[in-house]
Structures are given as structure tokens and as C-alpha cells.
């Protein structure tokens, strides 16, 4: 329909411009993108009919030519299928059936335009996005609160364990350090014990040398005497 209708406006646009103009003159007055001529308006919507009605028979792109026939098919009713304006009776309820004929499809468009073939759409998606991430944060928060509790628990379990071993190990760590600390002196101690009986053992076996070397000089020193003496007395006489 939208197809035919399209080709039909294109080739004949003076034909509905008369029943266009109605809507174009106001659409014109206030939206500068619509434009002024009722047979070019007529020609632009022929033209956006063919293409969107091939594309969504074709099943390309069939949300995005859904809504913009659903766009074009509210000008195009309020202009070609005015009933409220006939006088006569048949062509009012002529009219009136084109009217909700349009209405029907209008709805039938407008569902078109937001099916997604069986995909979730955008909305869902996000929606089901924000689920999931509340759902991992209030998981994530369960989990540290468990963590922390455990973590609690296993500190007042093993800190009485853990004093008991210091109160244990302290005293033989003080004794070792203790021990190195004391063992350069303990090691000058030994040195001077092994030192001191050698150098007593030395002076003892000088000490005769030492007495003969004296004995000898006094007794130098006795026979000097007595011979100064014995000059003496020489020179007396």
C-alpha cells in the first residue's frame, strides 16, 4: 500500500496537493525543514513511502522504516481523510472508515518500530544490566563481611597461641643474645690465660743467665779493686 501510494504521489502530485496544502501551510509556517509547496510535499512523502515500505517489506532495517512511515502516515491522514469536514453523509462515513483504517495502521507501525525480532531490546538490556549489577555488588558486600568476620575470628584464635610462644621463646633469646654479646670477652679471657703462662715459663728460664751475668761483673768488678789495692801499697813502700 505504502509502495503503490508512494509511486501513485510521485507521478501525480498534483492530484493531492489541494487536500496537502491544509496541513503543509501550518507545517510550513512554524518548521523551516517542511517545505512551502504542496506538489514538492507531496513528492518527498510519495518518496519516503516507497523507500521505507520496500525496506520494511524487505525486512531491512524494519524498526527504522516502521517509524518513519508511522512519522508520514500522521500528515498524510490528517490531510487526505478529513471526515469531520464532509457534508455528505456517505463520504463522511467514507472517510471516517480511511480515518481508523490509518489509525489501525499507524498502531500496527508504531508496534513494528519497537519489535525486536525476539531480542532483547535496549530498555530490557539495561534494566537487566542494572539487576546484575546490583546483584554483584550486594554479593560482593556479603563476601567481605564474611572475610572480615573470619578474619576476626582467626585473630582471637591464634593471638593467645601466638603470646604463649613469645612468653616461651623469650628467655632463650635473651640467653643467646646474651651469649653474643659476652663472647668477645670471653675470647680476650682465653687469650690472656694462654699468653700469661707462656711469658711466666720465658722469665723463668732467664732468670739463671740473668744471675751468672751478675756474679761474673761483681766479680770483675772485686779482682779491679784488688788490684788498685795492691798498686796502692806497691807505691807506699
Not at 522504516?65 to 462515513?93: K, M
Request: proline letters at 6%.
Amino acid at each position: 500500500m505504502f509502495v503503490y501510494g508512494g509511486i501513485n504521489s510521485l507521478k501525480h502530485p498534483e492530484m493531492m496537493a489541494p487536500a496537502a496544502k491544509r496541513v503543509i501551510d501550518p507545517l510550513a509556517a512554524n518548521v523551516s525543514l517542511v517545505p512551502s509547496d504542496p506538489e514538492q510535499a507531496v513528492r518527498i512523502n510519495g518518496a519516503v513511502h516507497v523507500v521505507a515500505g520496500g525496506l520494511l517489506a524487505l525486512g531491512r532495517f524494519p524498526r527504522l522504516s516502521a517509524l518513519v512511515l508511522a512519522g508520514t502516515l500522521v500528515p498524510t491522514t490528517l490531510a487526505g481523510h478529513r471526515f469531520w469536514e464532509a457534508e455528505d453523509p456517505q463520504e463522511r462515513a467514507q472517510q471516517q472508515i480511511h480515518f481508523f483504517k490509518n489509525l489501525s495502521m499507524l498502531g500496527g507501525l508504531l508496534l513494528a518500530s519497537v519489535d525486536t525480532a525476539g531480542k532483547p531490546s535496549l530498555n530490557w538490556q539495561a534494566r537487566h544490566t542494572a539487576r546484575a549489577v546490583r546483584r554483584e555488588a550486594q554479593q560482593a558486600a556479603r563476601t567481605a563481611r564474611r572475610e572480615v568476620r573470619l578474619a576476626a575470628g582467626t585473630a582471637r584464635v591464634t593471638a593467645p597461641v601466638a603470646a604463649k610462644a613469645a612468653r616461651v621463646t623469650a628467655p632463650g633469646a635473651a640467653r643467646a643474645t646474651a651469649a653474643r654479646a659476652a663472647a668477645p670477652a670471653v675470647a680476650k679471657a682465653k687469650a690472656v690465660r694462654v699468653t700469661v703462662p707462656a711469658g711466666a715459663k720465658a722469665a723463668q728460664g732467664a732468670a739463671p743467665s740473668v744471675a751468672r751475668a751478675k756474679a761474673a761483673k761483681a766479680k770483675a768488678v772485686r779482682a779491679k779493686a784488688a788490684r788498685v789495692r795492691t798498686a796502692g801499697a806497691k807505691c807506699a813502700r
